[in-house]
Structure formats: structure tokens, C-alpha cells
């Protein structure tokens, strides 16, 4: 079968990979010079920066998107990683000697005494969502299932709590709430519209501290963070070589304008230099209205995938202030990643970004080091740091092109909080903007992690309302993220082979 898919970033090339993987003849559009979307790296000057990834879950040796990698014969140099956090009047870094996997606990009940026992019962929750995820994680089997079944009980009455029930059922102070909110903050998330179990799946202890075990009774078993060494680009270069390898076609620097559909059923893609490309299956990534409304047309879906494309929620953008320095900043932070909030009213946060709001740095953003994990990044002695934070797409006064320059400054100018002096040691910045990412992503409206993981909301599905057409990406999964993003795009595949083996017999 002639697969032809759009997006030659973290979806396309899985979707690509698993059809060549069989046998299959495969086409992939990308209007990027270089394969990996927002993995792909950027530049300025002699230094180069990640555009995408930060902190990776899932990636680790047995771990799930690493198990995906695998079946492609991909190997990735990895090294556990953890992060800081930066409360408007108190901060959370690890302490230089380990002090075992329950350290936050512990100064937490110093800093929150009121809130000791709260921390005791949420960490014997957390325990018991650890031993669920794990369950999730493990091959399906029927013993897998009920072991699922049997761990998801004594979690079972916390399943009906929002993200911010369930911090205000466990803590009084505000201040410790919102510790363990601030990550949905990343996600353009209010606290009041994302499940509760949500809260202790994106505070995983082990990304706090990259020295407390993964492995319980001699098994993986907690999901830890890391970096690729060398940088996130090495995913989409290696997808893309096995593709080739195998006989794929990448094409670059190509604009996919419309999805063919000949009696009701996928049958190509029209090219943006008027090429017509016949194929048996088409995938498409990237925006879901953009895809559905402007690439295939609104009048070949049925109405129920109409809502959830009326419905549905994206991400917004980020700001970027990509800077080569010649000083090395994780000497000053202590870590390589620093999450620094500048707020504890996250519905007010996400409020402002929603409304087209910049808060101009003011709830917070994030300082990175790539040149941690790839000093080939940087020229010798020097080093790159990334100061960034989430946006609007559209900014309600103004427009990012005419505004950048006066927010990188605002931006960097908080960022001497953490890192003194910061301006005097610039060689070189790179500014990106959700210009930039609409850009880089095909999108009309730029979304950085794909879409915000309201509770109960329905993403637009892999299976549309048009034989062999499937959709896949970011958009496509509730929070996005790369093993969500790969997963879904191999569970796609999976799901369409399924339905033709289903059709032939
Ligand atoms: C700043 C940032 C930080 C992130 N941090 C993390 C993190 O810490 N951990 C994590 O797990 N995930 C993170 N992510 C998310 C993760 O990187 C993405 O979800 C994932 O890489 C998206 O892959 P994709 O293939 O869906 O989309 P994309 O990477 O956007 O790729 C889609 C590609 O398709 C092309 N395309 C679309 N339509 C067409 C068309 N019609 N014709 C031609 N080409 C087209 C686009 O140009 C693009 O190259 C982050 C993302 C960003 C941007």
C-alpha cells in the first residue's frame, strides 16, 4: 500500500516508520528545510538551540516511548535529568547530599507545618498512583489488567476530584497548592478543568531529584526525566534515517495543500506547487481546524466530528529569548532547568493568556541550559541558555513582531533575579515568537504542546469521518507531550491497519 503523510515531525515520522517497518510504500510532506517540526534545532550565531522539548518523560531504557524507538532499532544516548523550582517566596532545589525519595516531604512539613499531616496522607496517594502508572505502563496482559483494576481501588475515590479539589483536599496553604498545580500552568491549564489523578502524574517525584531510584523489587518501575545527549533532533534525524533506509521518501521543503477525496474515501494529496500525489492512505498532522477546515473541508465530516472541532482546545504559544552567553549558568542555578513562578493565582494566569494577555514575565518562565546535555551547542567555554515562557498566540494590544524586542528585555532583565549580571554576558540572542512557531509548525494559530488537558475533552480523533484519512499529532492527544504524541501516532497506525485487514476479509 502508498501511505502519503503530512508532517514530517514526531508523528509523521512514527506514522512513517511503523508503515515502512511493514512494508509499505511512504511518502512524507514536510514544508521545513529539515525534518522533526519543533525538535529541529534553531541558530544564532556559533551556537544552536532545542526549539521544542525540554525535560523528557517516558524516554528512559524501558520506558515506553524508548520501547517504541526500539522496534526501529533506535537506541538514544540518554542522561537522567531534574529540575528546580522557583516559588514566588520560597524555592525547592535539591539538596546537595541525597536525602532519599521523600526530600520535598520533608521540607515541605518545615516550611508548611500546618499542612505535616496533609503531606504524609498525599505521599502515601502518590505511592498508590505510582504502583497504578506503573500498571498502565506494562504490557498488555490479562494479569495487567486486573493488577490495573486492583491498584486504581484505593485511588478510585480521588477520581472524581479536579486537579485543584484534590490539592485542597490534601493542603490548607495556598502556597503548597499551588506547588503542585504550577506545572498545569505550562499547559494553559486551570487547575479547576483538569482531573485530579492528573496532579501526581505530572509531579513525579523523580524529576526532583534524578537520584532516587527507578527501580522497585528489581523492576523499572518509576518513570524517570531525561535528556538526549547531543539534543532532541537526534529522534527525527534517527526516524528519518530508518525511514530512507528502509525505502521511505521524505520531502522537505513541501507544502501539502489539500487532502484528495475521491468518492467519499482518502486518495492523495494536492502539492502547494500543484502536484497531485496518489495514495491508499493519507495521515495528516498539525492543527486539527487547520487540517480539517482548510486541508480537507468541512463539508466531508459528519457532525459529530464538527463539534469537537468547534470544541476542542489548543495550547497557546511561547515566548522564547534564546541566548549564547559566555558564562556557564548551571554553576549558578545548581541544575540545568529552572521552572521560576512568578505567581500563586494560576486561574488568573491562565485567565490573562486565554484573553490575549501577555503577562510580560511576571507569572514566571523558565531558564534552560542545552549545552548541558549537547555542549557541541556551543563554542568552547561558552555556553546556551534558553529564557522562556508561555504566551498568547495573539496578543489582545499589539503584535509580537513589532513588541518582541521590549518583552525579551522585561524578560531577561526578571531573569537577573536567578542569574546576576545576566546582560553583561550575551554574545549572541535569538528571539522567537508564536510568529515564529505559527512559522515553523504550519499552523494559523501557534500551540506549543498541543492541546490543554481539560478534563472529559474530546481531541479530534485518529479516525475521521473519511475512509483512510487519519489524524495524527499534537493535537490529536489530550496534553500532548512525546510518548503521547508517538504513542498515539503508533496506536494510528495500529488502529488503521486493523480496519483494512477488517475490510478485506
Ligand atoms: C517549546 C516546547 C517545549 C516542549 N516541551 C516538551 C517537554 O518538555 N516534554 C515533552 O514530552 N514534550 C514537549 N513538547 C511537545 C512535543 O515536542 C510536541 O508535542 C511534539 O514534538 C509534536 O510533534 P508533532 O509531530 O505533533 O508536531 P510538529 O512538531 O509541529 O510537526 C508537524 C510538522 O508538520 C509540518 N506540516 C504541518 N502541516 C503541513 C502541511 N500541510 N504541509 C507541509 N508540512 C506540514 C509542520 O511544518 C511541522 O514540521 C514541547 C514543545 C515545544 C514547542
Known amino acids: 500500500m502508498k501511505f502519503a503523510v503530512i508532517g514530517a515531525g514526531l508523528a509523521g515520522l512514527v506514522f512513517g516508520a511503523m508503515a515502512v517497518k511493514d512494508g509499505h510504500d511512504v511518502f512524507i510532506y514536510d514544508k521545513n528545510p529539515s525534518a522533526g517540526g519543533v525538535l529541529a534545532l534553531c541558530e544564532s550565531g556559533d551556537f544552536r538551540f532545542e526549539q521544542g522539548p525540554l525535560l523528557m518523560c517516558d524516554l528512559l531504557p524501558g520506558e515506553p516511548m524508548s520501547n517504541l524507538l526500539a522496534e526501529f532499532g533506535i537506541h538514544l544516548d540518554l542522561m537522567r535529568a531534574d529540575r528546580n523550582v522557583e516559588m514566588p517566596d520560597y524555592s525547592m532545589h535539591r539538596p546537595e547530599e541525597y536525602e532519599g525519595p521523600y526530600w520535598r516531604r520533608e521540607r515541605l512539613k518545615k516550611l508548611f507545618p500546618e499542612d505535616a499531616d496533609g503531606l504524609n496522607r498525599y505521599y502515601r496517594f502518590y505511592d498508590r498512583m505510582m504502583r497504578v502508572r506503573y500498571n498502565l505502563n506494562r504490557k498488555p496482559s490479562a494479569a495487567g489488567i486486573i493488577a490495573l483494576a486492583m491498584s486504581f481501588i484505593p485511588v478510585a475515590r480521588y477520581a472524581r476530584m479536579t486537579a485543584q479539589e484534590l490539592v485542597g483536599?490534601?493542603?490548607?496553604?495556598?502556597?503548597?497548592?499551588?506547588?503542585?498545580?504550577?506545572?498545569?500552568?505550562?499547559?494553559?491549564?486551570?487547575?479547576?478543568?483538569?482531573?485530579?489523578?492528573?496532579?501526581?502524574?505530572?509531579?513525579l517525584e523523580t524529576g526532583f531529584d534524578d537520584r532516587i531510584p527507578l527501580e522497585k523489587n528489581g523492576r523499572h518501575y518509576y518513570g524517570g526525566f531525561g535528556y538526549i545527549k547531543g539534543g532532541c533532533q537526534k529522534i527525527a534525524e534517527e526516524l528519518a534515517d530508518y525511514i530512507t533506509r528502509k525505502g521511505g521518501v521524505i520531502r522537505l521543503n513541501t507544502v501539502v495543500d489539500r487532502v484528495l477525496i475521491e468518492g467519499g474515501k482518502a486518495a492523495g494529496v494536492l502539492l502547494a506547487d500543484g502536484t497531485r500525489e496518489m495514495a491508499d492512505i493519507v495521515a495528516g498532522s498539525g492543527s486539527g481546524r487547520d487540517f480539517f477546515l482548510r486541508s480537507v473541508g468541512a463539508e466531508h465530516l459528519d457532525s459529530a466530528y464538527k463539534k469537537i472541532l468547534d470544541t476542542y482546545r489548543p495550547m497557546e504559544a511561547v515566548f522564547m529569548v534564546h541566548l549564547g552567553v559566555d558564562f556557564d549558568p548551571v554553576k549558578v542555578l545548581g541544575t540545568a532547568l529552572c521552572y521560576c513562578y512568578g505567581s500563586y493565582d494560576l486561574p488568573r494566569a491562565t485567565e490573562r493568556l486565554r484573553s490575549g494577555e501577555y503577562h510580560d514575565g511576571e507569572d514566571g518562565f523558565l531558564l534552560f541550559v542545552p549545552s548541558y546535555h549537547a555542549p557541541e551547542f556551543a563554542p568552547a567555554g561558552m555556553h546556551c541558555l534558553t529564557v522562556y515562557t508561555v504566551a498568547p498566540?495573539?496578543?489582545?494590544?499589539?503584535?509580537?513582531?513589532?513588541?518582541?524586542?521590549?518583552?525579551?528585555?522585561?524578560?531577561l532583565e526578571r531573569a537577573e533575579k536567578y542569574l546576576p549580571g545576566l546582560r553583561q554576558h550575551i554574545i549572541t540572542e535569538k528571539i522567537m515568537t508564536a510568529a515564529d512557531y505559527r512559522e515553523l509548525t504550519h499552523m494559523s494559530k501557534s500551540s506549543f504542546g498541543g492541546t490543554v488537558p481539560v478534563w472529559h475533552q474530546k481531541n479530534p480523533p485518529h479516525k475521521t469521518p473519511v475512509k483512510d484519512l487519519w489524524f495524527i499529532g499534537q493535537?490529536?492527544?489530550?496534553?500532548?507531550?512525546?510518548?503521547?504524541?508517538?504513542?498515539?501516532?503508533?496506536?494510528?497506525?495500529?488502529?488503521?491497519?486493523?480496519?483494512?485487514?477488517?475490510?478485506?476479509?
Open 169 to 203: 483536599h490534601f493542603f490548607k496553604n495556598e502556597k503548597l497548592q499551588a506547588l503542585y498545580t504550577g506545572i498545569l500552568a505550562d499547559y494553559c491549564a486551570d487547575p479547576r478543568e483538569v482531573w485530579g489523578l492528573a496532579v501526581p502524574l505530572t509531579n
Open 475 to 505: 493535537q490529536s492527544e489530550n496534553g500532548g507531550g512525546l510518548w503521547a504524541v508517538s504513542g498515539g501516532a503508533a496506536a494510528a497506525y495500529r488502529e488503521c491497519m486493523r480496519k483494512k485487514r477488517g475490510r478485506k476479509k
Open 393 to 411: 498566540d495573539t496578543l489582545r494590544d499589539g503584535d509580537w513582531e513589532s513588541e518582541k524586542e521590549k518583552y525579551a528585555g522585561h524578560l
